[in-house]
């Protein structure tokens, strides 16, 4: 069984663009999820959203930065809960940016799911979000 989700994009961006879309609370609400990130280790912050009707998840997710590497690497928990509460999803999401000759590569790594139907799930999420991200950075002058 695959542990973790990989996924690599390639933004016609600078890096610094992607950057503050992955650390501005406001640009990350607009494709990940409303929080109140701020790209310090050691900061506790949320994710929230509303879980999907089949959804397995509460709508929470609550995290840690846990490295900061301005403009290249970018690292926090990810811990969330099923919706009756009876399990506990604790995981680690690393982003790293590369910059290229022709904008970012941006490579997601989301490690540490013990069980098939969460890779599954958050591949998909990651997926969607990404794609979303993707299409505001591209409108970007």
């Not at 998840?57 to 009876?86: H, M, Q």
């Not at 590369?98 to 998909?124: C, I, M, P, Q, Y």
Request: glycine share 4%; with cysteine; hydrophobic share 35%.
């Amino acid at each position: 069984m695959e542990k973790e989700v990989n996924r690599t994009w390639l933004f016609h961006r600078p890096p610094e663009e992607v950057w503050e879309y992955l650390t501005n609370p406001e640009l990350l609400e607009l494709w990940l999820m409303k929080s109140d990130f701020q790209p310090v280790p050691g900061h506790k912050f949320h994710f929230v959203y509303l879980p999907k009707i089949d959804s397995n998840y509460n709508g929470a997710v609550n995290c840690e930065v846990l490295e900061v590497n301005p403009v290249s690497k970018l690292s926090y928990s990810w811990e969330t809960t099923t919706r009756n509460g009876s399990r506990k999803l604790n995981s680690i999401v690393i982003w790293t940016l590369a910059a290229k000759e022709n904008g970012t590569e941006l490579h997601l790594r989301h490690t540490g799911f013990t069980l098939s139907e969460d890779v599954s799930a958050h591949s998909t999420g990651w997926n969607t979000c990404l794609k979303r991200a993707e299409e505001l950075l591209n409108t970007v002058k």
